[in-house]
């Protein structure tokens, strides 16, 4: 046996460091997505090259209540690969993908290709029982997904750590069979990046910084409904409310949530005309949607399970004609959210420089702050 690498127990696991967690990192940190090679070489009959056929690797979760775990082996020509990558500890709940098999050529429908797919079953199911503790009734194995494939691993707070193992099979069957059938060591990019969520600091933690809360003053029109934006650095989305208690709640607690003042008002109310704006939370993303659309919310009632219906957040005018200003509203089409600003200028700054925007028009008519 050739021992390549030391880091072949949960006890010698490699340090990840930072990772991509850079909103919750020192501004002097350089966040990065890591590449490694793995030493986990074994044959599928016995006995194996090697049997250190696992790496393992962890990282700290810093705050953060899920993470987005993306994984391939690529090669071209005739190839036959697999990877796996288990967390061991630190997870409570996988959905998606814990092990992924890419062939290409001939091993599309090869033998070696067959046994690749069957041995990353196995593998699976060997961890599913090792680790009855971590909710796996989400997990699926992936077949020829590109670019990647993917799951969200829902943290505990401690000290991650996962194993990864994998093979490929690398030239035609001939190839393979005069170098006794035997697999190599295969190339795998894996990226570890923020989900949704924070994990709430620890009260009177050492070393966490006073919280100043904004100072509200009488509002000049006495609006019935002044609106605060954040932005949230995890999901790359916005988040509005009319609520001085969840705004200061957010201020305080959620250190990954970045204040961006009252950024418009409303005068609307279901008294005066107004149509309700409602709010819904996507599960799967972690992203807020609104809509003053009556329809559009039953819609998203009727179909949409991942959303959770939050209720009216405020009123808005429907037309300009009550001396409103324009809303507009814009698809991000890399994560699944949905961005608003009454600002001309930001939204003609979106629409030509942000190509995964999608403009979607007015949604509703509210009043500047």
Avoid at 199 to 227: F, H, K, N
Wanted: aromatic fraction near 12%; charged fraction near 15%; charge should be negative.
């Amino acid at each position: 046996m050739v021992e390549i690498f030391k880091n072949d127990t949960p006890g010698t696991a490699t340090d990840l460091g930072t990772l991509a967690f850079a909103s919750n990192l020192p501004t002097d940190v350089i966040a990065k997505t890591n590449v490694w090679e793995t030493d986990g070489v074994f044959g599928v009959t016995s006995p194996p090259i090697s049997d250190d056929i696992y790496d393992y690797y962890s990282f700290n979760p810093y705050q953060l209540a899920s993470v987005r775990v993306s994984f391939h082996g690529r090669t071209v020509g005739d190839y036959a690969n697999f990877v796996s990558v288990f967390p061991v500890q630190g997870v409570s709940r996988i959905e998606g993908d814990i092990s992924g098999v890419w062939t290409g050529g001939e091993h599309t429908d090869s033998s070696f290709g067959q046994t690749t797919v069957q041995l990353s079953e196995l593998l699976a199911g060997i961890f599913q029982s090792e680790y009855s503790q971590i909710d796996t009734s989400a997990v699926t194995t992936a077949r020829d997904e590109f670019p990647d494939s993917e799951a969200i691993w829902h943290l505990t707070g401690e000290t991650v750590i996962l194993q990864v193992s994998g093979y490929e099979y690398d030239g035609s069957t001939a190839q393979i069979i005069s170098n006794n059938g035997l697999p190599g060591e295969v190339d795998f990019r894996l990226a570890i990046d923020p989900h949704v969520g924070a994990i709430p600091e620890v009260p009177d933690e050492p070393d966490t910084p006073d919280v100043t809360l904004p100072v509200d003053t009488p509002d000049a029109d006495s609006s019935p409904y002044q609106v605060y934006r954040f932005y949230n650095t995890l999901t790359g989305s916005h988040f509005f409310t009319t609520s001085i208690e969840e705004r200061n709640s957010l201020i305080t607690n959620s250190p990954t949530m970045s204040y961006e003042g009252n950024t418009f008002d409303s005068n609307a109310t279901a008294s005066n005309g107004g149509t309700a704006v409602y709010r819904f939370y996507n599960t799967s993303t972690g992203t807020h949607f609104y809509t003053a659309s009556a329809d559009e919310a039953a819609n998203i009632r009727s179909n949409l399970p991942q959303f959770n219906d939050e209720g009216i957040v405020y009123y808005a005018h429907t037309s300009a004609d009550s001396g409103g200003t324009a809303l507009y509203r814009f698809y991000n089409t890399q994560n699944g959210s949905h961005f608003y600003t009454t600002s001309e200028t930001e939204r003609d700054n979106t629409i030509n420089t942000l190509g995964h925007y999608n403009y979607e028009g007015v949604a509703y008519y509210v009043d500047l702050a």
